[in-house]
């Protein structure tokens, strides 16, 4: 199993960012994915996920109306657009395999900063 993500750089407070997570190593069409953030000197913390299909999304509250998950079953990628960034989301962003987690990538990191 292999996850690598990429879209993180250094962005303006209300701006929009796209990252991106390929996978690869396993059926990518069968396992919900989950993306998780961890801000500089916090803990984990769970920010989206989406299911099999895409049919189902779910959402922190601290992103929801912000962030948006997606996935293309046939590329094997799963997406996380961010709007309206605020300082707080300054943070290393990795995705992860299915709702459990088991396999993640080594994550890339946000910064939003003026």
Do not use: H
């Not at 059926?27 to 919900?32: A, L």
């Not at 657009?81 to 989301?89: A, F, G, I, R």
């Not at 992860?96 to 900063?113: E, I, N, P, R």
């Amino acid at each position: 199993v292999q996850l690598v993500e990429s879209g993180g750089v250094l962005v303006q407070p209300g701006g929009s960012l796209r990252l991106s997570c390929a996978a690869s190593g396993f059926t990518f069409s069968r396992y919900d994915m989950t993306w998780v953030r961890q801000a500089p000197g916090k803990g984990l913390e769970w920010v989206s996920d989406i299911n099999t299909s895409g049919g189902s999304r779910s959402y922190a509250g601290s992103v929801l109306g912000r962030f948006t998950v997606s996935r293309d079953n046939a590329k094997n990628m799963v997406y996380l657009q961010m709007n309206n960034l605020k300082l707080e989301d300054t943070a290393v962003y990795y995705c992860a395999q299915g709702y459990g987690m088991d396999y993640w990538g080594k994550g890339t990191l946000v910064t939003v900063s003026s």
